[in-house]
Every structure is written in C-alpha cells, then in structure tokens.
C-alpha cells in the first residue's frame, strides 16, 4: 500500500535525511559524508572523525572511525546489531510497527541474519555456516576457475583485436554471481535479472535514501522475494543438490525447519549479499593496480603475493564501508557513555587506515605484512559468512585477468556505483591487450 510504504520510507529514510542535511549544513564530519555521494574520497573525513575522538556525535547517530573501538563494539554484548523499531521514540515506533510489510522483508529488517541477535541468528547463521567454511570453500575453488576461465575465453574470443570492453558489466559483475547461482542451485538464466534486483536493493541500504529510488528498491525487493517463495516451494517438492534445497529440508524430521519467512530472508540475503560485494572487490582491485603498475610489477615478480594482495585492496579500498550497531543497555566506551537504544554507525573503511593499526595507512602496499588486520569483513558474531569465498573469487578473478590479458590497462574515466556503503566501481573501461594462450 502506497501510504504505508510512504510511512516506511519516512520513519527509516525520511527523518535521518533531514538529520543528515542539518549536520552538513553545520559541517558536521558525518553529515558531510552521507551527503557528498558516492564520488567523494571519504577518508580525509574518516581521518577527522578519527581524530575528534574515539566515539562522536554524528548526523542522526554516534559515529566512530578507530580500529580497536569498532572491533569492541562489534564483539561486545553491550550492543545489538540493526536498529530495531524499539529503539525509536514511542511514537515513531508504533508507526513504523503499523506501517511494517511483513511478507517483504529486506536485507536489514528481521529475520534477516544481519539485524537479529542471540539463539535466532546462531539457530539460522548454524545452518548456512557448514556450506562457506574454508574447507567447503577450497572445494568451490574449481568451480571459480572454471567459471573465471570461461568469462575470459568469451571477451578474448568476442575481442580478438584486443578491444575496448566494460571490465565491471563483461567480468567483475558476472563471476561472483555466477558463482552464488551455482552454490544455490539458481538458473544461471536468472543471472540478468538477479543482477538487476541486486542494483536496486544495494541502494536500499544507504540511510536517506530519496523516495523515487526506496520505491524502486521495495518494488525490486517484493519481485525477488516472489520469485524465491516459489522457488524455495519447488525445491522442498524436487530438491537438488545445492546449498539452498539441504537448508530447505534440513530440520523437516523434527519440525525445526526454517519458517518460509526465514527461509526466503535467508536465500535471499546469501544470494545478494554473494555478488553485490564481490563485484567491488575485483572491481576495486583492478582499478587499484591500474593506479599503482609498480605493485602489479611486485605481483608478477612473485604470484605468491595475490592472496595478500586481495586483503590489501579489501582494507584500502573496501567494498563495504560501514555498518551500525545500537545500544541494547547504557554502556560506556573507551570512557565516552552510550545510553540504550542509540545508534553507533561503525567506519569499517575508516578503521581499515586507522595509523594505529597500520603504518603508513593511505599507502597501497601488496605486502604489507598486517593487511589481514582489516575489519572489512566486520568481527563478532555478524562476521561475514562469506568471507572465505570472497577472498578465493578475490584472488582467482584478479590474478586469471591480468594474467590472461598481461596488457590489460585503464581506457578511460571510471565511474562509481551510486552506493555509499557498498563501495565500488559501476563502470571501469579497459583496454584488453592481446591474450595470451589459455592455461591447459
Ligand atoms: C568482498 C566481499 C564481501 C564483503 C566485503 C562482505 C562484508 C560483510 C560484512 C561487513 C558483514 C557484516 C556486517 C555487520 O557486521 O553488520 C557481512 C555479513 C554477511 N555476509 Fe558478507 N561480504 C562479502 C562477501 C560475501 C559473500 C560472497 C557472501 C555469501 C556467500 C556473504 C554473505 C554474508 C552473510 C550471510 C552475512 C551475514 C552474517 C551474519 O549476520 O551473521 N558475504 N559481510
């Protein structure tokens, strides 16, 4: 219904953007950052929140850009992931309970894993967590070749002059998404129109959103959780072999399987959450190395060094940028008190070129030996379920393209997906160079 979807936008996107302006208008850091987009560098305000204190006051929240807060924050008991609709004022509260869309959950709204705590998330985050551990992940590893090597044979054979092509929509795009269909057992027909849903809910998790895009994002999240009701349905009828259909069935002997609810937030959580990041990853890899030739130099003396490579450019560079986590009693940290039921956004990037943690920090350096000191995976309980399957497409998507195309260089301005938390690149033209022969 248009009023109440007009109500959620107000209550999530509606009040904070009016915060926000407010503070820009003040010069506060935060309100700054939100409203400069996604073009911005973001790091001279992170280095100035960092500076002003361990925890400060920002635009609608507490904000805070240091290393060692962020990790106590995110692994403290103080404090609950998302910001549930209690912790608004009374009356906002029960607006925002009235104007809920309970069929059409989002990324952030429970039962999504990312916004629920305690025995729920360790009930729901048990059951997908076996399918991404590192040794499950070491058994994809084949697959991400594969499917790596086949990208690569398409743009070498549909360019055979080494020709000019989009590196983000003909690569960086299509090898993380191929390779979550496949985990999930999803059509790789679907693979256009997961990429479009993907587009527009990436945006719905900027705060402040404008009206027309949160429009678009719900009407892009009601499709996708449609088309997974239907098929979380079919695989419980006819399940295969994939991650997806074992979380369907898994629980059905006792009667402790995932409500459908929770079983389509999940799916649809993993599904996104499995390419719109990795995408900026190799995106920002790429451009990284374009902008720095003399560490791909250091990569091509020594290939040993790509995996470190992947965790620099995830801590220089990272794809995610923030996160939040609120007050679940009045607490106090490093000597600042926060009372119950206030928001702290948490700078991942920022913590990520804190000096206190890095030497030389704004210094993109492929061996640096801490660069897996990063918190671009996030800590605590919420880490990141995918992470070791970032970091393997991380590694095999950079190191197969710049070894398949050695010429491979930057032909043009790239430009920035519009997203401030998911950070990365929407366009990067390139020209290919000849390709070598492909590996047997
Ligand atoms: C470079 C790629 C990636 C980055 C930078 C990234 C980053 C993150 C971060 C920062 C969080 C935690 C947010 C918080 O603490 O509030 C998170 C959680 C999560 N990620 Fe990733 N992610 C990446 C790739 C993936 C992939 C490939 C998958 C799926 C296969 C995935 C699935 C998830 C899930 C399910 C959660 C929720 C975990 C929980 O709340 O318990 N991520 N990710």
């Known amino acids: 219904m248009a009023v109440k979807s007009a109500v959620r936008w107000g209550v999530r996107h509606g009040l904070a953007q009016v915060a926000i302006k407010k503070g820009a208008k003040r010069g506060d850091a935060h309100g700054r950052l939100v409203t400069g987009g996604s073009g911005i560098d973001p790091h001279p305000i992170y280095d100035e929140m960092r500076a002003k204190g361990p925890v400060v006051m920002g635009a609608f929240a507490m904000v805070t850009a240091r290393h060692g807060v962020i990790s106590e924050i995110l692994k403290s008991d ?44 360790m009930r729901l985050r048990k059951l997908v967590s076996r399918a991404f551990t590192a040794r499950a992940v070491e058994a994809i590893g084949t697959d991400i070749e594969t499917v790596a090597s086949e990208l690569l044979d398409r743009l070498a054979r549909e360019h055979p002059g080494g020709g000019r092509v989009d590196l983000v929509t003909e690569y960086a795009h299509l090898l993380p998404v191929q390779i979550i269909a496949k985990i999930l057992g999803v059509p790789l027909a679907m693979q256009d129109q997961l990429l479009a849903w993907g587009d527009d809910l990436a945006a719905s998790l ?41 979380v369907v069935l898994a629980g059905q002997d006792d009667g402790t399987e995932l409500r459908d609810q929770e079983l389509t937030a999940l799916a649809g959580l993993v599904l996104a959450a499995g390419f719109e990041t990795t995408v900026n990853l190799i995106g920002n890899g790429a451009v990284l190395l374009f902008e720095h030739p003399e560490q791909l130099e250091i990569l091509r003396a020594d290939p040993s060094l ?34 119950r039921h206030v928001l702290v956004a948490l700078m991942l990037a920022g913590a990520n070129r804190d000096p206190a943690v890095f030497t030389d920090p704004h210094t993109f350096d492929v061996t640096r030996a801490n660069a897996k000191d990063h918190l671009a995976f996030s800590a605590g309980p919420h880490y990141c379920l995918g992470a070791a399957l970032a970091r393997m497409e991380g590694e095999i998507g950079l190191r197969k393209l710049f070894d398949r195309f050695p010429d491979l260089a930057a032909d043009g301005p790239a430009r920035r997906r519009p997203t401030r938390l998911l950070h990365g690149w929407a366009s990067v033209p390139v020209r290919l160079g000849s390709a070598v022969a492909a590996a047997a």
């Open 306 to 339: 790509w995996r470190n490579a992947v965790e620099e450019t995830l801590r220089f560079d990272s794809p995610v940028q923030n996160t939040a986590r609120h007050a679940v009693r009045d607490t106090t940290v490093e000597g600042v008190p926060i009372s």
């Open 78 to 121: 103080d404090f609950g992931a998302g910001l549930p609709l209690e912790a608004l004022p009374r009356p906002l509260a029960a607006i925002g309970k009235w104007a809920r869309d309970p069929r059409n959950p989002g990324p952030v709204d429970p039962p999504s894993l990312l916004v629920i705590d305690g025995v729920d998330h």
């Open 206 to 246: 900027d705060i402040g959103l404008p009206y027309r895009q949160f429009r678009r994002s719900e009407k892009a999240l009601s499709e996708l959780n449609d088309w997974l009701r239907e098929h979380c349905a079919q695989l419980r009828r006819n399940p295969g072999d994939d991650l997806l259909s074992r």
